[in-house]
């Protein structure tokens, strides 16, 4: 008599939840893992779709393991096209949309993993969904711009919401001819960093021939895609809009799954919802952060993996707790690379922090080396104890991976006193005998004054 | 009636030694600073002067300030062609010999720094002072090396010794057309790497061009150039020698000094030497390394300016103790980065540490990322506790910045859980969703299983 094998179902089949069957069957061999997917994907790069549309690569470069690669090399039941519409978390069950034939069954479970991510917000602007109006989230999202590009020949952008996603698309389309327009309904784009650093986004859309207006309303997009603003009218060929993501979890009202207040699932560090053996993760769900010691709402695709991977691993019997994010972030816009981690002056100012920070810009190789670039750095820290809270670091694209080192400094909680003391590789080619990191530091010492 | 000012002697004006003088001056404005300098040039990058070869630039690029701007900006009385050719610590003086006219005279100090650097080895090979024959270590050297190049014209190049400026300078002199051998007498180059990792430099050599021969005795030089040695005869038209440096402190000797066995002087955690108001730094000492948790030899140019700067504020009444340095460099050859942090696997087991190592290949650019290249990974750790020890990064150049997340993971005491915990960067152009780093370490853990 063999015993009936551990079930573990995944609703969702990206980052989070492919992560979390993958880590379940490699540690529980003999674990049923079924993934339900709404889509036809699984497992891609989302965040590489705007090169993918800029370089016109084959959108299948951006698929890292099908769905049949799954089922064959790592025995996960994924089914593609199954919709997840409801949970009997009292009966452990789920309530599955076959979407071809609209057939509607039940799977039981032992243990529910929730990854059903994101989806674009669609404000409520009249014309939103004319054909030429885009949003990009997934897969599904850059193959149908893919194609509306070859078909149509857009030369004139209009990208309404000044975010990574569409920064990044700017740079893209830029590249393939087309004009773009950027329209911002806030005072200014990247509102999280610093100001004196922000400014050099601005000046590289500008040095690269993008335009970027802000306090823009739209007011409705036309048929033949003009876009009405109070700051006038802006003919487009093709709109992208990119206004934010909301927690794919609609599905779950009426269940006692506990949701924060943007609708993502609440989580422990071990990934579990309030609900046993029920957990998430993922753009749907809160993460922890290190340095608020409190959950955030950070979708990004390091976090995703994170979280489904230890998810899947606490499911399987591991009993370790998550280190937290320090919500590290960066993108590319056209030569600039622009990177954040931990909190900004702002940020830190509203967690009660007698904050200061300290910003400057330096060379990032070594004096008369002849390959010239700079980065602008800024550190924010706490006056009384010297601890570090954040950095960003905004400039040549080559040189902004020194967020990691940030990153790494406040993940083991470092004062300046320790940023300043850190040991960090020297050669002409590769940086100046100060690092910029270093150079930082030894000013905002002065500031923090241990 | 005035006090008479405290006097300042440094001797040796480049990295440590300027270093030293501005923080005094900065930190003590009365006081009177006096740096001994017996080349004509201070404060310069040495660092860069292979590639100011390779680049043909200006030899002056590479000063940073020169004598006169110390003099000028930071009231800073630097004597060139000044060499101190001993002391009298007892009595508080340096004898000095004024190289232009011979003339020796004596100086007080209250305080004195020793840092003079050190000279390359010369090994007693016949036919080593022959026309055509240098070593790279001053700038006048590379003020030497220049002018033969510009007048001479070489066309077949022989390194001896495969250490990394060697390396660079095949790099540079390679670029400028020559053809480039490397002799090299150990049994292979940069033994302080992982086989695995150094294997990429042989292969990098190979591909451009650069013909390297290990176990190489040399017998002599003729006066053609000629490098006879126990594998062969190889003409050269232009040699360059290096072959390891050599702490400058002969001055020292008879003194009450205390000097390591390489005749570096030996210094505590606030670069004073065993004698009162007597402090050092820079390549004529020992620095503290903070893994081993004891002093070491380790002549590079970042250390020399944290040892010049922590001695220099030390005088001026700071009471800060050195953190350490975590051994970290860095060198490029052609397009690899090549760079170490900590201790490698074999350094680790001779300490005494029950040391496993973890080598993964892994991209730096997301999946489908057009742009691809790639690094290799080690991570050396305490098996029982998971205590990071050291790393290795080689691949790519633009992707060996890993080297400083590695090092600032080992200065915070990092084991290999929270190295796995870390939140890096993400987005296609700059990592993959799981950076290189994160997937040694996710290998690493299964080693340490904490």
Redesign the interface.
């Known amino acids: 008599m063999s015993e009936t094998p551990i079930r573990v179902v995944v609703i969702g089949g990206d980052?989070a939840g492919m992560s979390a069957a993958s880590q379940v069957k490699r540690r529980m061999k003999s674990a049923e893992v079924v993934v339900l997917e709404k889509s036809e994907d699984v497992s891609y790069?989302a965040?590489?779709m705007p090169?993918?549309i800029g370089?016109k690569?084959d959108i299948n470069?951006?698929v890292?393991l099908t769905a049949e690669e799954f089922k064959k090399k790592r025995g996960i039941d994924v089914r593609l096209l199954n919709e997840a519409v409801g949970i009997d978390e009292k009966n452990k069950k789920v309530f599955v949309k076959s979407l071809p034939s609209g057939r509607k069954y039940e799977i039981g479970y032992d243990y529910l993993v929730i990854a059903t991510g994101a989806r674009a917000n669609k404000p409520p602007i009249e014309g939103i969904e004319n054909q030429g109006v885009f949003t990009l989230k997934f897969l599904d999202d850059a193959r149908k711009i893919k194609s509306f590009v070859d078909e149509n020949n857009p030369e004139k952008v209009v990208l309404i919401g000044g975010g990574f996603i569409n920064l990044?698309l700017a740079e893209n389309l830029k590249k393939l001819g087309m004009d773009v327009v950027i329209l911002e309904k806030l005072s200014g784009i990247l509102l999280n960093f610093e100001d004196e650093l922000r400014e050099s986004v601005y000046k590289e859309l500008e040095k690269n021939g993008v335009e970027l207006l802000c306090d823009v309303d739209v007011d409705g997009i036309l048929d033949d895609l003009t876009v009405e603003t109070n700051k006038g009218d802006f003919k487009a060929d093709f709109i992208n809009v990119a206004a934010g993501i909301k927690p794919n979890t609609d599905f779950l009202k009426g269940s006692q799954i506990k949701l924060a207040q943007n609708d993502a699932v609440d989580v422990d560090r071990y990934f579990r919802t309030n609900v046993e053996n029920v957990y998430s993760g993922g753009d749907c769900a809160l993460i922890y952060h290190?340095i608020l010691d409190r959950n955030v709402y950070m979708p990004?695709?390091?976090n995703a993996?994170k979280a489904g991977k230890l998810a899947g691993a606490t499911i399987a019997g591991s009993n370790e707790q998550?280190?937290?994010?320090?919500?590290?972030?960066?993108?590319?816009v056209f030569e600039l690379?622009v990177?954040k981690?931990g909190l900004s002056f702002s940020e830190a100012q509203k967690e009660g922090y007698n904050a200061v920070k300290t910003t400057i810009s330096a060379p990032i190789t070594?004096?008369?080396?002849?390959h010239q670039g700079k980065v602008t750095i800024s550190l924010i820290a706490e006056k009384s104890t010297g601890e570090l809270l954040g950095g960003q670091v905004v400039g040549n694209?080559?040189g902004?991976?020194?967020?990691?080192?940030i990153?790494?400094?406040?993940?083991?909680g470092?004062t300046i006193?320790?940023v300043q003391?850190?040991?960090?590789?020297?050669?002409?080619?590769?940086?100046p005998?100060?690092?910029p990191i270093l150079v930082c530091a030894n000013q905002a010492i002065k500031q923090v004054g241990k």
């Open positions: 980052a790069g965040c590489g090169y993918n370089y690569a470069d951006l890292v990044e290190k990004l695709g390091t993996n998550f280190g937290g994010i320090v919500g590290t972030s960066i993108f590319k690379g990177a981690t070594a004096h008369g080396y002849p694209f080559e902004v991976w020194r967020i990691d080192v990153a790494a400094a406040l993940y083991a470092f006193k320790d003391n850190l040991d960090l590789a020297y050669s002409p080619p590769f940086a005998v100060w690092d």
